[in-house]
């Protein structure tokens, strides 16, 4: 099964922005549907944005025009680029693989916005 390593998150003000890394195991990672979901304390965990293999992106209403998903194949990556960062932004960030009734996760990261 892929394994994943996030990196990126951390501590920044409204307004600002952070880049969101995740980097995967195996050499099938081009085949995935790969997507970064949230989940805040007392919440459920949501999509955020998710890339499909051929490189159409999704993205929850939220987050429209403030976020951006981008894939790199040869570097088993996937990223999210998030500007113009909302308080309400403040929560773990999970990358995720899916292909038909296969799912992985990553360890999650947290994402603080905070003045």
């Known amino acids: 099964q892929v394994q994943f390593v996030e990196s990126g998150g951390g501590l920044v003000q409204p307004g600002g922005s952070l880049r969101l890394s995740c980097t995967a195991s195996g050499r099938t990672f081009s085949i995935y549907t790969m997507g970064w979901y949230r989940q805040a304390p007392g919440n459920q965990r949501e999509l955020v944005a998710d890339i499909s293999s051929g490189g159409t992106t999704n993205y929850v209403d939220s987050v429209k025009g403030r976020f951006t998903i981008s894939r790199d194949d040869a570097l088993n990556t996937v990223y999210l680029q998030m500007n113009s960062l909302k308080p309400e932004d403040t929560a773990v960030y999970y990358c995720?693989?899916?292909?038909?009734?296969?799912?992985?996760w990553g360890q999650g990261t947290q994402v603080t916005v905070s003045s």
């Open positions: 995720n693989a899916h292909k038909r009734l296969y799912n992985a």
